[in-house]
């Protein structure tokens, strides 16, 4: 079956600090990708949806100065927090769809800890 | 826009007892509705989804869902649970569009399992 994975699994890191999160598609070629935050006990909200190659398409109310996300190669987008702050703690996933079918294949995701 | 409520945020029940998780959405347009379950530090799995034609879905794992379309509901069942069962488990509603769409989630039901 179609994989995705997550690197790092969790991660904690000092505020101001910028963390990268990466998602790869490890037998398909993702042609979209999303990316969700989960909180505790929590629903997955979408920050954003990312085609291979375009600008990212983000969700009211997240910040995409904030949130950077980069889908440069059909296998790997990236999320990048900057200047994270202690609200940003959260379990962040990433979801990728190889194409107009309608599953999306989901990460494992990463926890952050922001300290 | 689409809106999915879980009632259930907990549901107890014994091993080989059946069991019924409450899915309600909310849409103007047609939807497709899925539903996923996480296990602790994974990411979800896709366990059955409903896009059209007979509105009782089989999934994996021996769940079954079915769509009322008078009563706005897709809930999840299965006859018989195991304790590997025990997991969270969520909705997910997306607008029924033809090309792939993001998805809406609910809250989240966690099912305990107990011997």
């Known amino acids: 079956g179609a994989v995705v994975s997550q690197h790092p699994s969790w991660v904690i890191c000092k505020s101001g600090t910028s963390v990268k999160i ?4 490890l037998d398909f070629q993702a042609t979209t990708m999303f990316w969700y935050r989960q909180f505790p006990k929590q629903s997955l909200m979408l920050m954003a949806t990312s085609n291979e190659g375009s600008k990212a398409t983000y969700e009211q109310g997240v910040e995409k100065d904030k949130f950077l996300i980069n889908h440069a190669s059909l296998t790997l987008s ?9 609200e940003d703690s959260s379990f962040y996933i990433c ?3 190889g194409g107009p079918g309608l599953e999306q294949f989901f990460g ?3 926890r952050l800890t922001v300290l | 826009a689409q809106s999915v409520t879980q009632l259930d945020s907990q549901v107890p029940v ?32 896709l366990l059955l989804k409903y ?3 007979s509105t009782l879905v089989k999934g ?7 769509f009322n379309k008078s009563q706005t509901s897709f809930h999840l069942r299965k006859p018989s649970v195991h304790i590997s069962d025990t997991a969270e488990y969520f909705c997910a509603v997306s607008a029924a569009t033809g090309t792939a769409s993001k998805l809406t989630f609910g809250t989240g039901t966690r099912l305990q399992v107990t011997l």
Do not use: D, K
């Not at chain 1, 990466?22 to 598609?25: K, N, T, V």
């Not at chain 2, 899915?23 to 347009?29: F, G, I, M, Q, R």
């Open chain 1, 22 to 25: 990466e998602c790869r598609s």
């Open chain 1, 78 to 86: 990236t999320l990048t927090v900057t200047s994270a702050h202690p």
């Open chain 1, 95 to 97: 979801s990728a769809r």
């Open chain 1, 108 to 110: 494992p995701g990463t």
């Open chain 2, 14 to 45: 014994f091993e080989e007892a059946p069991v019924e998780l409450r899915c309600n959405y909310s849409s103007s347009v047609s939807v497709y509705l899925f539903w996923y379950v996480q296990y602790p530090n994974q990411g979800l799995q």
């Open chain 2, 51 to 53: 896009l059209s034609g």
């Open chain 2, 60 to 66: 994996i794992n021996g769940f079954e869902a079915e």
